[in-house]
């Protein structure tokens, strides 16, 4: 039912009572993808009603407790976003800790790119454009994460990029598939990157994880597709840059995106020649720690693009 996890039907059908206020009876549970640590699940009611449970058993999980707080901000702001049921920090009374939300029917954008016609899925790029547009135009002076604590702040971008990367430049030690030379270089670049991620710009409000399957999608009652929920928030005050290169790392943005992005917000010239590369360097260490080996060669590929400009 959860994965192996000692989650038992009556916690879940407690969590269901708690949100629905009523003796709703908790009838189905499905596993859906999440991270390696909590898990989330489709709960449903035998009157039909659906949420997605993010719960990690026996301990607190701050990741959870942002993850909250940063959904509840970008709805104050306006964005599309699930509805939060339920935040709970974990306490000696019940150890877990879990964040219910809205369930978004639909599909991602992942999908959409693949199944929905071409008209279709440009305008869903000219949608993304105009949100993410819409959400680097908060901006703040100092840069940082975004939680309820609200401590991260740092006057200097290249301080604040280099914190969040220190511990996976560190880990590829352990990487015996990166060759030497390669790590070598790459360390070289994280200690001078003042000298290649300098910019004019101001600290501005990113997604900070935002591709494709974080992007719910749906169509409404004319069949017009539409952006319904950004998913995942992991919200920082950033360098801008920093979250076009994502988009454009896994391929979740497209050629109108950037067109419409560009008209509103112009990148500078030194982005694809060197900001570039180094932003897209940095998620491709992640993910080879985080998701195995099959991103070792993508990594090596954009290293050598890095290695070329630096």
């Known amino acids: 039912m959860t ?39 489709l709960l449903v009611t035998g009157d039909h009603r659906k949420a997605v449970l993010k719960i990690t058993p ?38 877990n800790t879990y964040l219910l939300l809205e369930y978004i029917p639909g599909i ?38 975004v939680d309820a604590s609200d401590d991260h702040q740092e006057t200097s971008w290249t301080n604040f990029y280099r914190s969040l990367h220190d511990q996976s430049v560190q880990n590829l030690r352990q990487v015996d598939a990166i060759p030497i030379k390669v790590r070598r270089k790459i360390e070289k670049l994280h200690s001078r990157l003042e000298q290649y991620l300098s910019h004019s710009d101001r600290p ?23 952006i319904a929920a950004f998913l995942d928030p992991h919200l920082r005050y950033a360098h801008f840059e920093s979250e076009l290169a994502y988009l454009d790392l896994f391929q979740t943005s497209s050629k109108i995106f950037k067109r419409d992005y560009q008209a509103g917000h112009k990148l500078e010239d030194d982005y694809h020649q060197v900001r570039k590369p180094i932003y897209q360097l940095y998620p491709m260490i992640h993910h080879v720690q985080h ?9 090596l590929r954009v290293a050598e693009r890095v290695c070329s400009v630096v």
């Open 108 to 145: 991602t954008l992942s999908e959409a790119k693949t199944s929905l016609p071409e008209s279709e899925y440009e305008s869903l790029q000219h949608q993304l454009a105009e949100q993410v547009l819409r959400l680097h135009e908060h901006t703040r002076s100092t840069y940082g994460k």
């Open 291 to 299: 998701f195995g080996k099959q991103y070792i060669t993508p990594l």
């Open 3 to 41: 994965g192996g996890d000692d989650l038992s039907w009556k916690t879940l059908g407690r969590i269901v009572q708690q949100w629905t206020g009523d003796p709703a009876e908790l009838t189905e549970v499905i596993p859906l993808s999440g991270g390696s640590v909590n898990n989330t699940l």
């Open 58 to 95: 026996h301990r607190v999980d701050r990741e959870l407790i942002n993850e909250a707080h940063q959904i509840q901000m970008l709805h104050q702001l306006g964005f599309p976003v699930p509805r939060v049921y339920l935040s709970h920090p974990g306490s000696l009374e019940d150890p």
């Open 204 to 226: 501005r409000l990113c997604h900070g994880d935002l591709w494709g399957k974080n992007v719910m999608v749906q169509s409404d009652p004319s069949g017009k597709w539409r």
